[in-house]
Structures are given as C-alpha cells and as structure tokens.
C-alpha cells in the first residue's frame, strides 16, 4: 500500500512573500483559478531571484526559462483571500535549478498547494545555457534543502 504524501507546512520553505488574491483570479466555480497558482509560483521565485540573487530581467545578459513545472492542488481558494507564498530550492545543478513552491492561506502552516519548477539559466543574446552566475547562486543556496529534509 502506498503511504499517503505528507503536504508541506511553511517551515519547509526557507523563504516567503505574501500575495493578494484578485477578483480576476476566481473562475466561475467561485474559487481561484488552477493557471492562477502557475503565476504565484512565477512571482514567488522571481522576485526573490531579483530581489535576492540580483538578477536583471530588463537587461541583464541571462534569464531563467522554465522548461518543466507541476502543482498538486489540496484545498481551494478563494478572492478575497490573502495568501503566502512558500520557496525553497529542492535540487540545484550547473546552469539549473528545481524550485519547491507552495502556497498557505494567511495564519495557516498548512499548504493549500504544492508543486515544483525548473529554471534553465540561457544567455540572453545566444539562447544557449550558461552557468548559474554567483551571486545568484549564493541565494539559491541559502534556500537548498537536503534530499531527507522535503
């Protein structure tokens, strides 16, 4: 028999950001929409690699694609909710990273959704992959989690 998967708490996340729910994010079942959580992973990331690790996205010579992505939905949401969002770093290689993600409803340790994404870092100019550069690596490091620890 199959052990059921333990579902993240907040202390698994070494960083968070909060994110306010929007009208336009609730679909016509009344409740945030599955692609919404997609752009919550987006800006959860992103900004902590701005923000964190430096990285220019108007002009900078490399940016992150995403090339691979999952989310596991437990609980729904719902505008006008307040959220938070939940990073970690699950695997970090040479021009790559996989990002662990989730996201809790405010004064909740208890992820309401989980999931992942994989960013390749590219040159800009050639579209070719490149390492990750240092200060963008010292941040992801900070939020690398041991394989046992997830």
């Given amino acids: 028999m199959k052990a059921e998967k333990k579902i993240s708490q907040r202390a698994d996340y070494g960083y968070h950001m909060p994110i306010n729910t929007r009208w336009s994010d609730n679909d016509l079942y009344g409740h945030v929409n599955n692609v919404m959580y997609y752009s919550y992973f987006d800006s959860v990331a992103n900004t902590y690699l701005i923000q964190e690790g430096g990285l ?3 002009g900078g010579s490399i940016v992150g694609y995403v090339v691979n992505s999952g989310c596991n939905y437990f609980s729904p949401i719902a505008f006008p ?3 938070v969002g939940g990073l970690r770093v699950n695997k970090l290689g040479n021009s790559s990273v996989e990002y662990g993600l989730a996201i809790f409803k405010e004064g909740s340790d208890t992820a309401v959704a989980e999931g992942h994404f994989v960013h390749v870092f590219v ?3 050639t ?4 390492a990750i550069p240092e200060q963008l690596r010292g941040a992801l490091e900070k939020l690398l989690v041991v394989e046992g620890n997830r």
């Fill in 56 to 58: 220019d996205i108007h």
């Fill in 81 to 83: 909710e307040t959220l």
């Fill in 123 to 125: 040159d800009r100019e």
């Fill in 127 to 130: 579209d070719r992959s490149v």
